[in-house]
């Protein structure tokens, strides 16, 4: 059966993969594309897939690429407007969230308003705003269906089951490029080191963010929303090779678990034809050559990404957007080499302090809070 897809940030890592599934096949169709400000790779991508519409974030790279793609039957929109118009396009059945950062948001909102299922790939929505998503999609019959690998390991292991007989999530993690290192030597480790994942192509951000375990701490989150499960039952194991994405742990002791080759490409295609499963190429694991899988703890006193982020989830509220929101920031500045490794944490934690949590925020109080630690954060952290 044909399935007609858009997809937001189709120039990443998320949504580059996601073309070349679609690529692979011929019954997955691209309504519509949308990027940042990379219109060379956009250009590109319309001329093979054929959209009728692609969003530009900026407005004047959107009149360049208009007038580059002017031969063909392609409506080209910008800004916020654009990525709106984009995500509710009457056509496109599922939207992959493949954009980075919390200007994810009100696309997907849009898009679950008008019926689309998700395939969501962008944390930052749950984390920030689960409490509306997830009641909305629920409300308006919209599967959220998800992207990220140990996300999608948990709703395969869950397939057929009740989800009322869910004991425990247990969330796999590499540990990062920095696994295994203490607290003084992460002080003046590079930008370069940072970004040297052990296992993972992946966009910059979501690299730093592993270095950090922010991303296992968004994932906690992230988690939490999706499977309805709360923070008592979700324990992260560290699992160095990324051989095991996530597993479930049922009432009855029993514990499901997803495996396979560190690939982004199989839970990107099983959230578009979820339920069914379709070949995928690519290498298999050989557990002739793997033969073993090692389990460690994760280290909370090291890697405060994770504490941090199970404390703003606790205190709940708009504290995980200031959470998201600082991480953001700080790595950015990390990435302009402005502040070392761990001023990310001591960013986060001055943001959190600082911040008064406002209980069940509606969409304006969170992106207000995400404005508002920006401005605290370059009031103290001038670049
Ligand atoms: P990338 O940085 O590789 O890609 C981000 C995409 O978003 C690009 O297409 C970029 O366009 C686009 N974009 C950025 N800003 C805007 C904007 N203002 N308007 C429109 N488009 C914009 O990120 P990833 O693919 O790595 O990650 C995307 C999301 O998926 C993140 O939330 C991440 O946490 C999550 N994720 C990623 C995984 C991975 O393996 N990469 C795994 C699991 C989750 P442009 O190219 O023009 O800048
Ligand atoms: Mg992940």
């Given at each position: 059966m044909e399935k007609i897809i858009g997809i937001l940030?189709?120039?990443?890592s998320i949504g580059t993969q996601t073309l070349e599934v679609v690529r692979e096949n011929k019954d997955l169709k691209v309504a519509a594309l949308s990027a940042g400000s990379n219109i060379e790779l956009l250009e590109k991508q319309i001329r093979e897939f054929h959209p009728s519409m692609a969003a530009v974030w900026d407005e004047e790279k959107a009149k360049e690429l208009e007038v580059r793609v002017a031969d063909l039957n392609v409506k080209i929109v910008n800004g916020m407007d654009g990525l709106l118009e984009m995500a509710v396009?009457?056509?496109?059945?599922?939207?992959?969230?493949?954009?980075?950062?919390?200007?994810g948001i009100r696309p997907t909102i849009a898009a679950i308003q008008a019926g689309k299922d998700i395939a969501l790939a962008n944390k930052e929505t749950l984390v920030t705003a689960g409490h509306l998503i997830m009641p909305m999609a629920k409300e308006k019959g919209v599967q959220i269906l998800p992207v990220d690998s140990e996300h999608s390991a948990i709703f395969q292991a869950i397939h057929?089951?009740?989800?009322?007989?869910?004991h425990k999530l247990l969330i796999t993690a590499s540990?990062?490029?920095?696994?295994?290192?203490k607290r003084e030597e992460l002080e003046t480790v590079r930008v370069e080191d940072a970004l040297k994942h052990p296992n993972w192509a992946m966009g910059q951000k979501i690299t730093i963010d592993s270095a950090t375990l922010v991303n296992k701490g968004l994932e906690v989150m992230e988690a939490k929303w999706l499977f309805d499960v709360d923070l008592d039952h979700i324990q992260v194991v560290v699992q160095p090779k990324s051989i095991i994405h996530s597993m479930v742990e049922f009432t009855d002791g029993a514990v499901m678990a997803q495996l396979g080759t560190p690939d982004m490409k199989l839970p990107i295609q099983y959230a578009l034809y979820y339920p069914e499963r379709r070949y995928l190429p690519g290498e298999r694991l050989d557990f002739g050559k793997l033969k073993e899988i090692t389990f460690e703890e994760p280290d909370m006193d090291t890697f405060l990404g994770l504490p941090l982020a199970m404390k703003a989830s606790r205190i709940g509220g708009s504290m995980p957007t200031v959470f998201n929101a600082a991480n953001e920031r700080a790595v950015a500045k990390f990435l302009k080499r402005?502040?070392?490794?761990?001023d990310i944490y001591r960013i986060i934690e001055d943001a959190m302090e600082h911040h008064e949590s406002i209980a069940n925020p509606a969409l304006e109080q969170i992106l207000e809070t995400e404005a508002k630690t920006y401005e605290w954060i370059e009031s103290r952290w001038k670049d």
């Open positions: 940030g189709s120039t990443g396009l009457p056509e496109m059945e599922i939207l992959v969230t493949a954009i980075v950062g919390m200007i057929g089951e009740n989800r009322k007989s869910i540990g990062g490029p920095f696994r295994g290192r402005k502040i070392g490794f761990l």
